[in-house]
T-cell receptor
């Protein structure tokens, strides 16, 4: 149990286009989902926290108009990289958590990540 | 603020060698501490955790003890296997204010050779 999927696993796009990445909790309802960005040889950096049905909370320095996050249901959150540029190339990882009362102790479960390459 | 500092590697060991990955943290209050593992091509998985001082987390032969006096949470395994090859991340969660945010170290890539 507690599986989180991401789609696509890998995407290559041209500069100026937009890319949508999906994050799904497959066997539990995730009230909170997190989006991270991972640079080579660097830590995971939290980009934003999203709660179902409300606006995402972005970390300092993350452009909310560039990285659009939608958490429309308890099992799906999407990250859209708008007008992508080569510097947006990175590994994007989502995680999902459920409330303590759900028996998962507020633990975050991570997706396998999406490799974005912007040409 | 909250931060995690860990050995970065990469590290290459022979099978059955002893492993230690150092991790120290800076945080206000009483954070929970975690070790996550990322196997090739997969997402991060929780390896073990400790929620208060002197707690020992253990799983799959790995252990780490929450040491508040040294603000450390070093990961150890007495005899590594080839299947332990992965990237290991130390992390903390400071629940002050109800936050669920995880703060990660930079990760350390471990390769175990037969």
């Amino acid at each position: 149990g507690a599986v989180v999927s991401q789609h696509p696993s890998r995407v290559i796009c041209k500069s100026g286009t937009s890319v949508k990445i999906e994050c799904r909790s497959l066997d539990f309802q995730a009230t909170t989902m997190f989006w991270y960005r991972q640079f080579p040889k660097k830590s995971l950096m939290l980009m934003a926290t999203s709660n179902e049905g409300s606006k995402a909370t972005y970390e300092q320095g993350v452009e909310k108009d560039k990285f659009l996050i939608n958490h429309a249901s308890l099992t799906l959150s999407t990250l859209t990289v708008t007008s992508a540029h080569p510097e947006d190339s990175s590994f994007y990882i989502c995680s999902a958590s459920s409330p303590i009362g759900e028996g998962r102790g507020n633990e975050q479960f991570f997706g396998p990540g999406t490799r974005l390459t912007v040409l | 603020g909250n931060s995690v500092t860990q050995m970065e590697g990469p590290v290459t060991l022979s099978e059955e060698a002893f492993l230690t990955i150092n991790c120290t943290y800076t945080a206000t209050g009483y954070p929970s501490l975690f070790w996550y593992v990322q196997y090739p091509g997969e997402g991060l998985q929780l390896l073990l955790k400790a929620t208060k001082a002197d707690d020992k987390g253990s799983n799959k032969g790995f252990e780490a003890t929450y040491r508040k006096e040294t603000t450390s949470f070093h990961l150890e395994k007495g005899s590594v296997q080839v299947s332990d090859s992965a990237v290991y991340f130390c992390a903390l969660r400071n629940s002050q204010g109800g936050s669920e945010k995880l703060v990660f170290g930079k990760g350390m890539k471990l390769t175990v050779n037969p």
